[in-house]
């Protein structure tokens, strides 16, 4: 499985086969307490890096989740809407948002690795 | 601007608990433990939830005359209140507007007040003001205020205290749970049946302990408190209710005394007798939205549909109801569209989101008769 690469918005990022999945990090979903809703973007949208593209909402609070690459939807985590939890219980894996065809991979490569993320996540705790 | 933020006298066994500590009204308050919203809220309806609420403001009202003074400043009938027995009342501002809600209780010798920690400071003085000779406001400061709820909350507590067992809904008495002197009230903020208990500062850590060690007992924070008072339909002070609100706009004309409505005496009595009258421009309502997506506060609520959207209110209060499994708000619309069922949009994003006028609570409350 290819690294996970992580944005300053709590994103994470992994690349295969010429395809991004985009989910939020697991210190995005701890913060947030326990998923109730979320909302995902059309597929054959096309996105600028930084676009709000989701919504994810807590009992307490809501929160955008960002494009962290420019590129076009091409698939939605269509099981997430009904059982939203999963953001909370696997949001590397099946809590992920949506898939993007990036515009430029190089975008992904410029995105923190995972001791970078802790470290940047850290400084915000 | 890093405001020193106050500590109630429980906050040890809050870090120790794992509270998530957020400012709230001045104090660190934990906004949840390890359990998360959900689970607590949850665990307060089918078991019992210890909330700390020492924020809250308590004072007594002492001295002859003391439940005519309180009058000077609040539509309720504060004299009617028989020894032992607490009632809900609102402060109201000079054009009718709502300067807090609180809770009174006669003591017998005394009333006892429970006032938001965010208004203590405005309700206390105005108050003193009004008071004449005679009789003295007493702030204690130096208490703690410990919510106890859900169904299990009674029968775990009575097995320390047994006089709880007997109190009616809004019941007063003062005893001792382990030794510790108490005042329990049969009251809450949740619509479940509960006491919360005032207790002296200093014994506090010991009896929140001592109830944390009953059976079904867990601690909660102010997130399920606020999930669990929005799904009983419970107004929150400067979401739902302020100084721009009166009474009657805010669905709470049960609180203004029957014997009020005919004296008109009290603060902002012209603009509440007005409304009754010819009824208000807008009213507090439910609001059921379709689906699963929550309206928070400042919502826009629309009507006319995407033909002639038209602003017609404003969520004041919107969540996910974990006990009801979908959202809940409430908000002020026009009175017109204020009927039970009728439909509405929310504008949440800027995109219209269904959503129906309903009655509340939204979950049926379960207090002790």
Same mark, same amino acid.
């Given at each position: 499985?290819?690294?996970?690469?992580?944005?300053?918005?709590?994103?994470?990022?992994?690349? @295969?086969?010429?395809?991004?999945?985009?989910?939020?990090?697991?210190? =995005?979903?701890?913060?947030?307490?326990?998923?109730?809703?979320?909302?995902?973007?059309?597929?054959?949208?096309?996105?600028?890096?930084?676009?709000?593209?989701?919504?994810?909402?807590?009992?307490?609070?809501? !929160?955008?989740?960002?494009?962290? /690459?420019?590129?076009?939807?091409?698939?939605?985590?269509?099981?997430?809407?009904?059982?939203?939890?999963?953001?909370?219980?696997?949001?590397?894996?099946?809590?992920?948002?949506?898939?993007? @065809?990036?515009?430029?991979?190089?975008?992904?490569?410029?995105?923190?690795?995972?001791?970078?993320?802790?470290?940047?996540?850290?400084?915000?705790? | 601007?890093? @405001?020193?933020?106050?500590?109630?006298?429980?906050?040890?066994?809050?870090?120790?608990?794992?509270?998530?500590?957020?400012?709230?009204?001045?104090?660190?308050?934990?906004?949840?433990?390890?359990?998360?919203?959900?689970?607590?809220? $949850?665990?307060?309806? +089918?078991?019992?939830?210890?909330?700390?609420? !020492?924020?809250?403001?308590?004072?007594? $009202?002492?001295?002859?005359?003391?439940?005519?003074?309180?009058?000077?400043?609040? #539509?309720?009938?504060?004299?009617?209140?028989?020894?032992?027995?607490?009632?809900?009342?609102?402060?109201?501002?000079?054009?009718?507007?709502?300067?807090?809600?609180?809770?009174?209780?006669?003591?017998?010798?005394?009333?006892?007040?429970?006032?938001?920690?965010?208004?203590?400071?405005?309700? &206390?003085?105005?108050?003193?003001?009004?008071?004449?000779?005679?009789?003295?406001?007493?702030?204690?400061?130096?208490?703690?205020?410990?919510?106890?709820?859900?169904?299990?909350?009674?029968?775990?507590?009575? %097995?320390?205290?047994?006089?709880?067992? +007997?109190?009616?809904?809004?019941?007063?008495? !003062?005893?001792?749970?382990?030794?510790?002197?108490?005042?329990? +009230?049969?009251?809450?903020?949740?619509?479940?049946?509960?006491?919360? /208990? !005032?207790? *002296?500062?200093?014994?506090?850590?010991?009896?929140?302990?001592?109830? &944390?060690?009953?059976?079904?007992?867990?601690?909660?924070?102010?997130?399920?408190?606020?999930?669990?008072?929005?799904?009983?339909?419970?107004?929150?002070?400067?979401?739902?209710?302020?100084? %721009? %609100?009166?009474?009657?706009?805010?669905?709470?004309?049960?609180?203004?005394?029957?014997?009020?409505?005919?004296?008109?005496?009290?603060?902002?009595?012209?603009?509440?007798?007005?409304?009754?009258?010819?009824?208000?421009?807008?009213?507090?309502?439910?609001?059921?939205?379709?689906?699963?997506?929550?309206?928070?506060?400042?919502?826009?609520?629309?009507?006319?549909?995407?033909?002639?959207?038209?602003?017609?209110?404003?969520?004041?209060?919107?969540?996910?109801?974990?006990?009801?499994?979908? *959202?809940?708000?409430?908000?002020?619309?026009?009175?017109?569209?204020? =009927?039970?069922?009728?439909?509405?949009?929310?504008?949440?994003?800027?995109?219209?989101?269904?959503?129906?006028?309903? #009655?509340?609570?939204?979950?049926?409350?379960?207090?002790?008769?």
């Amino acid at each position: 499985m290819a690294d996970l690469k992580f944005s300053k918005d709590h994103e994470w990022v992994r690349l @295969e086969g010429g395809v991004a999945t985009v989910g939020i990090t697991d210190h =995005a979903q701890t913060a947030l307490g326990d998923v109730v809703f979320v909302d995902l973007p059309e597929v054959g949208r096309e996105v600028a890096a930084g676009d709000s593209v989701a919504v994810v909402e807590s009992v307490k609070a809501a !929160s955008d989740v960002y494009a962290p /690459i420019a590129g076009k939807i091409t698939e939605v985590n269509t099981a997430l809407p009904d059982d939203p939890a999963q953001v909370n219980s696997d949001p590397t894996g099946a809590g992920w948002f949506f898939r993007i @065809e990036p515009a430029d991979t190089a975008e992904i490569d410029a995105l923190m690795d995972a001791d970078a993320y802790q470290t940047f996540a850290d400084s915000q705790a | 601007m890093a @405001e020193t933020l106050l500590e109630t006298p429980l906050a040890s066994l809050h870090r120790e608990l794992g509270g998530k500590m957020v400012p709230f009204a001045g104090y660190a308050m934990p906004v949840q433990y390890p359990a998360g919203i959900l689970a607590e809220h $949850l665990a307060c309806r +089918s078991g019992a939830a210890l909330f700390d609420v !020492s924020h809250m403001g308590q004072a007594e $009202l002492v001295g002859e005359g003391a439940a005519g003074a309180l009058e000077r400043l609040t #539509p309720a009938d504060v004299k009617i209140l028989k020894p032992g027995r607490q009632k809900y009342g609102l402060l109201t501002t000079e054009s009718g507007g709502i300067l807090d809600d609180f809770m009174v209780a006669n003591l017998g010798d005394r009333l006892f007040l429970v006032v938001n920690a965010s208004r203590k400071g405005v309700d &206390l003085p105005a108050i003193e003001a009004v008071l004449p000779a005679g009789v003295r406001l007493n702030r204690l400061e130096d208490r703690a205020l410990i919510a106890l709820q859900g169904p299990a909350a009674v029968p775990a507590v009575a %097995t320390l205290a047994p006089a709880i067992a +007997s109190l009616g809904f809004m019941g007063v008495t !003062s005893t001792e749970i382990q030794g510790i002197p108490v005042l329990v +009230s049969r009251s809450g903020y949740t619509g479940e049946d509960g006491v919360e /208990i !005032s207790v *002296p500062a200093g014994q506090a850590e010991a009896l929140a302990r001592a109830l &944390l060690a009953l059976p079904g007992v867990s601690p909660a924070g102010l997130g399920a408190r606020d999930s669990l008072r929005l799904e009983a339909g419970l107004c929150l002070y400067g979401n739902d209710i302020d100084e %721009t %609100t009166s009474p009657v706009e805010a669905n709470l004309v049960w609180t203004v005394g029957k014997r009020r409505r005919t004296e008109w005496n009290f603060p902002g009595a012209e603009r509440v007798r007005e409304e009754l009258d010819n009824g208000p421009k807008r009213l507090r309502v439910g609001l059921l939205p379709e689906g699963r997506q929550p309206a928070r506060a400042h919502t826009p609520i629309t009507a006319g549909g995407a033909a002639a959207w038209e602003t017609v209110g404003e969520v004041t209060s919107g969540t996910f109801g974990p006990s009801l499994n979908g *959202p809940c708000a409430m908000g002020y619309v026009a009175r017109e569209h204020a =009927a039970d069922g009728t439909a509405l949009d929310l504008l949440v994003r800027g995109k219209p989101l269904a959503a129906r006028v309903a #009655p509340t609570p939204f979950v049926p409350h379960r207090y002790a008769r």
